[in-house]
């Protein structure tokens, strides 16, 4: 196998047999042209290229970490799967201390464990409805959870 030559996308220069999820790490910075800053940030729930999350748990997990991190904080631009279902990327408004985030992705995913219900569940605001189960993502959300004291060692 060859080495690849530097990519244009941050996270297809991280090394994925390197790191050791769960974690959370700041995955890329951007200065907008508007004078704004867009933090992103890479969610890790599963080990990439061993470990990978169910899709029923991975569309509730977004769906709810969407709706309920707002009640957070006024931050948050956008939560998205990633394509290899090991996590999610985290995009939020201006730079934050890594705690600051952490924490709330932590009262995030303990809303999430008291859910009854996935929001927008529904065939009037999903693309596709059936896709969900509240279960499966809370099985997903409590290792994850019960792993925090790890979520700041990204690297082995």
């Known amino acids: 196998m060859t080495e690849n030559p530097r990519a244009r996308v941050e996270s297809f220069n991280l090394d994925h047999r390197a790191v050791v999820a769960p974690y959370v790490r700041l995955a890329d910075r951007k200065e907008l042209k508007s004078g704004g800053v867009v933090s992103k940030y890479d969610v890790r729930f599963t080990q990439p290229n061993v470990a990978h ?8 997990v977004e769906h709810m970490f969407a709706e309920f991190s707002r009640a957070h904080s006024d931050r948050i631009i956008d939560f998205s799967p990633m394509g290899c279902l090991t996590g999610f990327y985290l995009a939020l408004d201006g730079d934050l201390e890594i705690a600051e985030v952490e924490a709330l992705i932590e ?3 303990h ?3 008291e859910a009854a219900e996935v929001p ?3 065939e009037v605001q999903c693309g596709w409805a059936a896709h969900h189960d509240l279960e499966k993502a809370k099985e997903a959300v409590r290792p ?3 792993a925090r004291a790890e979520w700041s060692t990204v690297m082995a």
């Open 120 to 122: 927008a569940a529904n």
């Open 107 to 109: 009262r995030t995913l």
């Open 111 to 113: 809303d999430v464990l």
């Open 53 to 60: 999350l169910d899709g029923e748990a991975v569309h509730s």
């Open 144 to 146: 994850f959870l019960a």
